[in-house]
Nanobody
Framework: QVQLVESGGGLVQPGESLRLSCAASGSINHINIMGWYRQAPGKQRELVARVSSSGSPIYADFVKGRFIISRDNAKNTVYLQMNSLKPEDTADYYC???????????WGKGTLVTVSS
């Protein structure tokens, strides 16, 4: 059984920063992709950023230059450093783990990020 536990969401003002963390536990193959998605009210869930176990990151265009994804493979943890936050970044942020070898995918419960003055 795989579990993902997110932390780090909260309320910030525009221009401020937040750091999200997601720790994975359970039967995790070392070949995997960890990432962050977000879903704003009334909108579909969308990719924010993801990074493979080999370290190659992919970012959505709307966060390039502002967000940085990183991971600690020894801890099975992925981080999302969010800088220069905008009100449109307000959403529930979900951690995702894709076990490539098994073709299986897992989701965290989400953490709310609110950017408002």
């Amino acid at each position: 059984q795989v579990q993902l536990v997110e932390s780090g969401g909260g309320l910030v003002q525009p221009g401020e920063s937040l750091r999200l963390s997601c720790a994975a536990s359970g039967s995790i193959n070392h070949i995997n992709i960890m990432g962050w998605y977000r879903q704003a009210p009334g909108k579909q869930r969308e990719l924010v950023a993801r990074v493979s176990s080999s370290g190659s990151p992919i970012y959505a265009d709307f966060v390039k230059g502002r967000f940085i994804i990183s991971r600690d493979n020894a801890k099975n943890t992925v981080y999302l450093q969010m800088n220069s936050l905008k009100p449109e970044d307000t959403a529930d942020y979900y951690c995702n783990l894709h076990l490539v070898v098994y073709g299986m995918e897992y989701w965290g419960k989400g953490t709310l990020v609110t950017v408002s003055s």
